[in-house]
């Protein structure tokens, strides 16, 4: 689903995640959104990741050098052509394995090469503080999976020194679990340029970042947030990743209570599904609770249950016409009162059919009281009052 914000006094679209995942194909089109070199139709509400991927492909091909040398060209094609054979796998995720040196250091891979091509910086912030030597030398210029490589091998060394340095690289690991140093938090701040629009990859997932006024901020992208207008933001100011909600233009925002985000998202996003699930509760109310018939019964006991069932909703649709068709009889009566309130009529049964017991009592009482019944009629149109 699509969320149009207003930033930088321009309506633009941002593109929420619906699925929990790495999905790099969001974060590079958000980036691409807000610097305004793709745009959408106007009030476009829905779009599929093909979509994106035509959108993102068509970029590639018109952001083509004009102007540029022929080996600069030769090398422009080499990296285009690499990466649209990766392309497919940013709706997946990248293989994208970090180094502990360096906010911008990634081993080299060709899943690297589509943020080349499209002049988007990827940053990541799991930093080895190098003011603890003992940690700096167990991870030294190892990537994540050489180091991991590497805590495997000192484990099964006999050699004691190894044995140290590869626990002191696990506990590194295992206390950085967010991905996210306080060292590194600082670097990230310190290289990131003021209003920059990059991607920040942690965790294996990839979130559209920019700075603003020395402060980092994380795009909000979960489809959670679709009817929270003035969430667009959340800070980066700490390793455990609570950060503060702001809108377009940085000013926080706290976002609605949960049930009332989840009601409103469900009321915009998901009405047809919402309808069909009361629809299905609906029947399932209605049905035969399968759990409580025992195991073994035989197909004429069944036969019977099923019956009772559809006996006992014959029963209560033809009690549910008979009380309408009583309402519509009864209306002639009720309005026959109001219009001649302070004439008597007899008490008549109407809901239901009377007996042939009944029905004869009631035929000779009528012939009693037929007599004297229009004796009263006669007086009674002297002072009839008609409202």
Request: hydrophobic share 35%; aromatic share 10%; charged share 25%.
């Amino acid at each position: 689903h699509i969320k149009w914000v207003r930033w930088k006094e321009e309506n633009t679209p941002v593109i929420t995640q619906n699925e929990n995942g790495p999905c790099p194909l969001l974060a590079i089109m958000n980036v691409l959104l807000l610097a305004w070199k793709i745009k959408l139709p106007p009030m476009m509400e829905i779009i599929t990741a093909e979509q994106l991927m035509e959108y993102l492909g068509d970029y590639i091909l018109d952001a083509k050098p004009k102007e540029i040398s022929e080996i600069q060209r030769l090398n422009y094609e080499q990296n285009m052509s690499d990466a649209m054979a990766i392309l497919h796998k940013l709706q997946t995720g990248l293989d994208v394995n970090v180094k502990f040196t360096g906010v911008r250091v990634f081993e080299y891979t060709p899943e690297c090469i589509v943020f080349d091509l499209l002049d988007i910086p990827l940053y990541h912030g799991w930093l080895v503080d190098p003011q603890v030597a003992d940690i700096v030398k167990a991870v030294g210029n190892c990537s994540y999976n050489q180091l991991v490589e590497k805590i495997i091998s000192c484990k099964q060394s006999e050699n004691s020194e190894l044995v140290s340095e590869g626990f002191v690289a696990e506990q590194f690991l295992n206390n950085t679990a967010t991905q996210l140093t306080y060292h590194g938090l600082c670097e990230l701040t310190s290289a990131v340029q003021e209003g920059e629009l990059c991607v920040f990859f942690r965790n294996n997932h990839f979130s559209t970042m920019t700075k603003y006024k020395g402060q980092l901020y994380l795009l909000v992208t979960d489809q959670g947030f679709l009817t929270e207008e003035k969430v667009v933001w959340e800070s980066l100011h700490n390793v455990d990743g609570d950060g503060n909600f702001c809108d377009s233009e940085f000013h926080l925002r706290p976002p609605s209570d949960p049930e009332t985000v989840y009601r409103g998202q469900q009321d915009q996003i998901d009405q047809d599904y919402l309808m069909a699930l009361s629809l299905q509760q609906e029947q399932q109310n209605q049905e035969i609770n399968w759990e409580q018939i025992p195991e073994g019964i035989s197909d004429l006991e069944l036969a019977k249950k099923l019956q009772e069932e559809e006996d006992r909703r014959a029963s209560q649709y033809y009690q549910e016409q008979e009380q309408a068709a009583a309402q519509v009889q009864l209306r002639p009566y009720l309005q026959w009162c109001w219009v001649y309130p302070h004439v008597s009529f007899p008490t008549q049964q109407v809901q239901g059919a009377a007996s042939p017991a009944s029905a004869r009592q009631s035929a000779s009482n009528e012939r009693k009281r037929k007599e004297p019944r229009e004796k009263e009629r006669e007086k009674e149109k002297n002072s009839c009052v008609l409202l």
